[in-house]
């Protein structure tokens, strides 16, 4: 059974950072392109960033700079520095065969998510 657990999120004062991470469980994600989107409350869920089975990279704009996705065997790292009060959202993770998606519904697993709560 394919798990995706994320852990990092919590609150964290405007310029601050906080590292996310994806775990992944019965899968290995070499083959796979993992991506992590954000839903804040009232907005549609936004693709953040991704990174492919190749390594590739790809940003939103409003992140652009100031995150850095990563992976590590079995493990995905979002890296977020210079965080804005607009950066508060619900964080997922999500996989899907090789490529990254250019839409969240060409993703095939998710995680539960991990609340990030960017406030002084």
């Known amino acids: 059974q394919v798990q995706l657990v994320e852990s990092g999120g919590g609150l964290v004062q405007p310029g601050g950072s906080l590292r996310l991470s994806c775990a992944a469980s019965?899968?290995?994600?070499?083959?796979?392109?993992i991506g992590w989107f954000r839903q804040a409350p009232g907005k549609e869920r936004e693709g953040v960033s991704c990174?492919?089975?190749?390594?590739s990279t790809s940003y939103a704009d409003s992140v652009k700079g100031r995150f850095t996705i990563s992976r590590d065997k079995d493990t995905v790292y979002l890296q977020m520095n210079s965080l804005k009060p607009e950066d508060t959202a619900v964080y997922y993770c999500?996989?899907?065969?090789?490529?990254?998606?250019?839409?969240?519904?060409?993703?095939?697993?998710w995680g539960q998510g991990t609340q990030v709560t960017v406030s002084s």
């Open positions: 019965g899968i290995r994600l070499n083959a796979y392109a």
């Open positions: 999500a996989i899907r065969w090789r490529w990254c998606g250019s839409s969240r519904s060409e993703y095939d697993y």
């Open positions: 990174i492919s089975n190749d390594g």
